[in-house]
């Protein structure tokens, strides 16, 4: 599925951080997830979703357990989310 028209850069990451941030999530789940909260109107691609998942990592905002994948949101990933201006 092509972007939404209006959809900016870093969107997904921030959706991605703020899903995990609720409960830790494998792809699959976020994905199904990102679908549930746009009702339908944002469908992300494999090509898509893993590749933002693998740059969080290596960020270091998430970590997953290496056994099911699911991804756990780290102190980074929260200072991302809350912003330059909350962190100290």
Same mark, same amino acid.
Not at 4 to 26: C, F, H, R, Y
Not at 50 to 78: C, M, Q
């Given at each position: 599925?092509?972007?939404?028209?209006? +959809?900016? =850069?870093?969107?997904? &990451?921030? *959706?991605?951080?703020?899903?995990?941030? %609720?409960? @830790?999530?494998?792809?699959?789940?976020?994905?199904?997830? +990102?679908? =549930?909260?746009?009702? &339908?109107? *944002?469908?992300?691609?494999?090509?898509? %979703?893993? @590749?933002?998942?693998?740059?969080?990592?290596?960020?270091?905002?998430?970590?997953?357990?290496?056994?099911?994948?699911?991804?756990?949101?780290?102190?980074a990933?929260?200072?991302?989310?809350?912003?330059?201006?909350?962190?100290?």
């Amino acid at each position: 599925m092509s972007k939404p028209s209006g +959809l900016v =850069q870093g969107t997904l &990451d921030m *959706l991605i951080l703020k899903i995990v941030a %609720l409960e @830790p999530s494998n792809g699959w789940a976020i994905s199904q997830r +990102l679908k =549930q909260i746009s009702k &339908d109107a *944002l469908g992300v691609s494999d090509g898509s %979703l893993y @590749p933002a998942l693998h740059k969080l990592e290596r960020r270091g905002w998430i970590g997953n357990d290496g056994v099911n994948f699911t991804s756990t949101l780290f102190a980074a990933g929260v200072a991302s989310l809350l912003g330059p201006a909350v962190v100290s």
